[in-house]
Every structure is written in structure tokens, then in C-alpha cells.
């Protein structure tokens, strides 16, 4: 297997730090709005790469913060006049509801940033004890960039020409700003009543000792550095993010949990590309930016909307950048209503004989490997769905042709079980029983049927025009009516 590693640059063989069990760090949102599907397109991304990995039978324990402490969850929470927890407590619960819906398996570990202020404080204090740190005259904490010898690897920096003693205590910041970057930062005014008392040993004149205990609040990037480290502990196997945070956040992650563990933090680094609307990025600052109700509203009566949103984030190689359409948003509607279709044929189908063909064995066999390659080369995905989008024209043709066999009809089910392990956008239900059809309506059907045997051709046309009617589609087989959900 390998996996695009973005310290390197370059695609490399996949090996856990104790196969096979695989440590996933996933950056969560800053919670301060609702999400907009660019952060949902990223968690997607995450949630479909676990489950490749739980596919190719690699044990996964995903850890996924919730950052409720940074510049703009203080700044809207005072501007909204509520205390940062029941702000954040808000936004959180929106973000998590809004993974539900399209199908995100939640990570093994959520952690709200603001219940880790001792594994904080902890490795803070590490890093002023080994001289990685240091307290300012404007009394935050920093972090010396010079004394971490790979600072500036991940994101790619060169670093000849960035002045000494400069400091920056912004959350956020471009590369043109690259300095020491803040740990734990001085209350101020505006930060109302949102601040920790903290004490911390700090060199103090003739290089002593001395206790500080101030009005402090921790910087953004010490706090998912503390939440792997609880989790996870002193490394993980892949850190994942949008392509946003390799500078600063990540790299300021890799600099100041290695000057704390004195080992590689993660061996793998994975980016997920952009989400642009008209050729810009989706962003909150720019307003042009869709949350799901956003979506949900334009599109009130489709019931595959999530799905299609879903599946739409992931057919993509999970690296490049997109730009958001709503035709192709309506394309995988489409796409997904052709292959509910057929899933339903598939299980109406009604096979006469139990063998498998050998050139069916032999196309199946082609789809396995084929799906497994794709998975295993970087998560492939746009190949991975090709084999899908094969399979399903094969087993279309296969049953209009009414060639299946019962084994090979069971076989199709379970491929196609088997893409929805990891892409989880199927109907399952389809498979599970069907759906649930109201007794009135189940009635006509049985009435229909007997009206036909009776030659009574008027009542089963009036009868098949009240099922339509109401909403639900009639399909004639050998064995009777079948009723459908339209």
C-alpha cells in the first residue's frame, strides 16, 4: 500500500508504527459557525480513508479534536454575548449532526480542546525546560523556531531570511509571516472572561528559576499537539487536514510535540485538496461559502441529496482541489438513482439455478482485485468508483439478459455490500427487506393482481393510477405487483 506523504512529497510504502494497528489524527473544526461543506468535505475524506484502511484489514483508531478555544471562537462568542462553552457547545453539536447525516462514522476519540488544559500545560512546560520555549515581555509563552532543526520541512519553508527575534501571536498566519509562534498567550481585554490561571516555571534573571501565574489562554496550535499526545501518545501513523493547515498549523504541530517526545510526530501526512466556487476558495471571510441546510433547502424533496452530496466529495483524488456545481451535484442524484435501480432488480430478481459461471467467477475476482489495487494505491478513489460504475452496467446487463444464477445473484449483493464498506453511500435497506409500504397501498397491490386475474382491466388500471398517485412506483413481475417508493 502506499499513501502520498506530504513531508516528502512523494508517494511511499504504508507502514504503521506497529502494524497492524493504524493511529489517525483528524484536525476538527473550529467551532464558532455552522460548517460550511468544504469542512464537510474534509471529514468525509477522512471517514472513507479509515474505512479503506478497516477494508484492507488494518486495525483503526481514529482521534479528532474539537478546537473551542482559539482568535475567533473568543471573539464571536463575546460579540454573541454567551460564555464560550454554551457558544461552542452550539456549533459543535450542529458539526457533529451534520456528520451523522452523511454517514461519517464518528472518530473513537472527540476532544474539545477546552478539556485538555493540564496536557497543555504539561508539555509547555516540557518545552520551557528543554529552552524550546520562552516567556515574551508581553508575558506569553513562545516557541522558538530556531531550535527546531526540521522546522520549516512540512510546509516546505526556507528560512535564510526570516529575522531573529521576531514573534507573532495570531492563530493564523501565511508563510511571509513564519516566526515564533505563540504557546500560551496574555489575557487581553477583549478576550473577556475567557482566560485559564496557569502557573509555569520560566527562567527568570541569572538564568533562576521562578514561578509565573498570570491570565493566560492557550495558542491554537499547542492544543491538538496536547489531544494527540493524550490519545495517541508521542507518535502517530497519519495526521490528516485540509491543505490549509500545513502552514502554520501543522507545522508548528510537528515542531513543538518533537521538541516535547524527541520523536518523529507522524510518519504520515495526508491534505485534502480545496473546495472552490467559481475558481476561489470556499471561505467564511469571502461569503461564498454553502452549509448543508444551505443545500438541504435547495433541495427539500430529494431523498438522495446526502448521499449524493457524499458520494460527490469522494469520487475526487482526495488530493486535488474542486470546485463546487450544483449540476454535478444533480449528476450523482442521477448516479445514485440508476444504481438504487438496479439494486432493486437485483433483489427482484428471481434466479432458477445455484452454480457460478466460471467467466462470472472470473469477472468477479477482476472487480475484487481491481477495487483492492485502487484502495491500496493512495486511496484512489476516481478508480475505485470506475470499477464500480463497471460493475454495476455487468449486472445490469446480467439480469435484463436473466442470466444470473442464485449464487451469483447472492455474489452481486455482497460486492456491492462490499463498495459500501468503504464508500457508504448505498441503499441498504434495498438489501435489508425493502422498504416500508403503508397497508393501504400493499392492499391496492393485492387487489390490482386480483383484478388482472379476473380480466377486470379497467380496476387494475384505476387501482395502478391510486398507487402512482400516492407517490409509489408499480412494477409488474411474474410473481405479481411489486410497490416501490418512487
Known amino acids: 500500500m502506499k499513501i502520498y506523504n506530504t513531508l516528502y512529497r512523494r508517494k511511499e510504502e504504508f507502514k504503521p508504527l506497529r502494524f497492524p494497528q493504524v493511529k489517525l489524527y483528524q484536525c476538527g473544526p473550529t467551532v464558532y459557525n455552522n460548517a460550511h461543506i468544504w469542512n464537510l468535505k474534509t471529514s468525509v475524506v477522512e471517514d472513507v480513508v479509515a474505512r479503506a484502511l478497516k477494508y484492507l484489514w488494518y486495525q483503526v483508531t481514529v482521534t479528532m479534536n474539537i478546537t473551542d478555544i482559539d482568535d475567533k471562537t473568543i471573539r464571536d462568542s463575546v460579540a454573541a454575548g454567551e460564555t464560550l462553552k454554551v457558544f461552542t457547545e452550539k456549533y459543535t453539536e450542529v458539526f457533529l449532526d451534520d456528520l451523522e447525516k452523511l454517514w461519517v462514522d464518528l472518530p473513537e476519540n472527540i476532544t474539545p480542546i477546552s478539556g485538555i488544559i493540564p496536557e497543555m500545560v504539561r508539555m509547555i512546560q516540557t518545552m520551557l525546560n528543554r529552552g524550546f520555549a ?164 435547495k433541495y427539500p424533496n430529494e431523498p438522495r441529496l446526502l448521499r449524493a452530496i457524499r458520494m460527490w466529495f469522494i469520487n475526487w483524488l482526495y488530493r486535488e482541489q474542486i470546485n463546487f456545481s450544483f449540476p454535478k451535484l444533480e449528476q450523482n442524484i442521477k448516479t445514485l438513482q440508476n444504481i438504487d435501480e438496479t439494486c432493486k432488480r437485483l433483489v427482484r430478481y428471481m434466479a432458477e ?87 393501504e397501498i400493499l392492499h391496492k397491490a393485492i387487489a390490482r393482481d386480483e383484478a388482472k386475474i379476473e380480466k377486470n382491466y379497467a380496476l387494475s388500471d384505476t387501482l395502478r393510477d391510486e398507487i402512482v398517485a400516492a407517490g409509489y412506483k408499480v412494477i409488474d413481475t411474474k410473481q405479481g405487483t411489486v410497490v416501490e417508493k418512487a
Open 134 to 297: 520562552y516567556l515574551a515581555d508581553d508575558n506569553s509563552i513562545y516557541f522558538d523556531v530556531t531550535k527546531s532543526k526540521r522546522y520549516g520541512q512540512l510546509a516546505n519553508l526556507d528560512l535564510s531570511g526570516m529575522k531573529e527575534s521576531v514573534r507573532i501571536d495570531n492563530d493564523e498566519y501565511d508563510k511571509d509571516s513564519a516566526a515564533d509562534f505563540v504557546l500560551w498567550k496574555a489575557w487581553k481585554s477583549e478576550d473577556g472572561d475567557n482566560y485559564w490561571e496557569e502557573s509555569f516555571e520560566v527562567k527568570g534573571e541569572s538564568w533562576n528559576k521562578e514561578s509565573k501565574t498570570l491570565k493566560w489562554r492557550p495558542g491554537w496550535h499547542i492544543e491538538c499537539s496536547a489531544c494527540a499526545m493524550k490519545h495517541c501518545g508521542p507518535q502517530i501513523d497519519i495526521h490528516m487536514g485540509w491543505e490549509d493547515l500545513i502552514f502554520p498549523h501543522h507545522q508548528n504541530e510537528i515542531a513543538q510535540t518533537e521538541a516535547c517526545t524527541g520523536k518523529q510526530f507522524s510518519k504520515y501526512w495526508m491534505h485534502s485538496g480545496h473546495l472552490m466556487v467559481d475558481g476561489k476558495k470556499m471561505s467564511k471571510s469571502l461569503w461564498n461559502f454553502y452549509t448543508l441546510r444551505d443545500l438541504e433547502e
Open 353 to 439: 439455478y445455484s452454480w457460478v459461471r466460471p467467466e462470472f467467477r472470473n469477472y468477479m475476482q477482476e472487480v475484487i482485485q481491481g477495487y483492492a489495487v485502487a484502495l491500496e494505491d493512495d486511496f484512489a478513489f476516481p478508480e475505485a468508483f470506475a470499477i464500480l460504475f463497471d460493475f454495476q452496467s455487468y449486472i445490469s446487463k446480467e439480469i435484463s439478459e436473466n442470466t444470473l444464477t442464485l449464487d451469483e445473484q447472492n455474489a452481486a449483493v455482497d460486492m456491492y455490500m462490499q463498495f459500501n464498506e468503504v464508500f457508504n453511500i448505498l441503499d441498504v435497506s434495498i438489501f435489508e427487506g425493502g422498504e416500508d409500504i403503508p397497508e
